[in-house]
């Protein structure tokens, strides 16, 4: 079982959605996570950090439920250019091993 | 700011062949990692040094090695390259183990 599970999609939504992704993680000692976003053969591209209060950053906003051990991506008023994979990524200090999530496909359509 | 700059950026090598993959980061980073990403299969670690003078293994290092010749440059090397190595390859930095890592962009192999 990988350790960061995210539901791959496609998540197929008009213009103007709002459109949530979760990812769980199983490792307890996970400290921190991020969002990156990965378009089409390139290279993955950090998104946001994610911290236990919560996070916004335009339209984008990131949440940590440490209880129930999984974070949170919320991306409001989508646009066509959010097309994109979005992977989460946990690491616990000291591992230097990230866990990446496979990743989750956001189509935006008009 | 260049980041992480990764040569070449597409590669056809041959089976057997030999080739080694050049990252080079500018941000003074101490971590530095090889990724290989093959479709349906996210990215993998292959190899990472944590900081300048070590290096270990990921979870497919098999059929790599890695040279980390100063704490700006991080090589992969195939020695004996196989069609199962056909794959796109990332290079990627961080400031420590709990910052995020910053991506090159990749080198796309295809070995015959």
């Known amino acids: 079982r990988k350790e960061v599970e995210q539901d791959p999609g496609p998540f197929n939504v008009p213009e103007g959605a709002t459109v949530a992704f979760n990812c769980t993680y199983s490792n307890s000692a996970s400290q921190s996570f991020f969002w990156y976003r990965q378009d089409c053969r390139k290279e993955p591209k950090l998104l946001m950090s994610v911290y236990s209060s919560g996070n916004e950053d335009g339209r984008f906003t990131a949440q940590l439920n440490r209880a129930s051990q999984y974070i949170s991506l919320l991306i409001r008023d989508s646009k066509l250019s959010d097309s994109a994979t979005y992977l989460c990524v946990a690491l616990s200090g000291g591992s230097y091993i990230p866990t990446f999530g496979r990743g989750t496909s956001l189509i935006v359509h008009p | 700011n260049a980041g992480v700059t990764q040569t070449p950026k597409f590669q056809v090598l041959k089976t057997g062949q030999s080739m080694t993959l050049q990252c080079a980061q500018d941000m003074n980073h101490n971590s530095m990692y090889w990724y290989r990403q093959d479709p349906g299969m996210g990215l993998r670690l292959i190899y990472y040094s944590a900081s300048e003078g070590t290096t270990d293994k990921g979870e497919v290092p098999n059929g790599y090695n890695v040279s980390r010749l100063n704490k700006r440059e991080f090589s992969l090397r195939l020695e004996s390259a196989a069609p199962s190595q056909t794959s796109v390859y990332f290079c990627?930095?961080?400031?420590?183990?709990?910052?995020?890592?910053?991506f090159g962009d990749g080198t796309r192999l295809s070995i015959l």
């Open positions: 990627a930095s961080s400031e420590s183990d709990r910052q995020p890592q910053h």
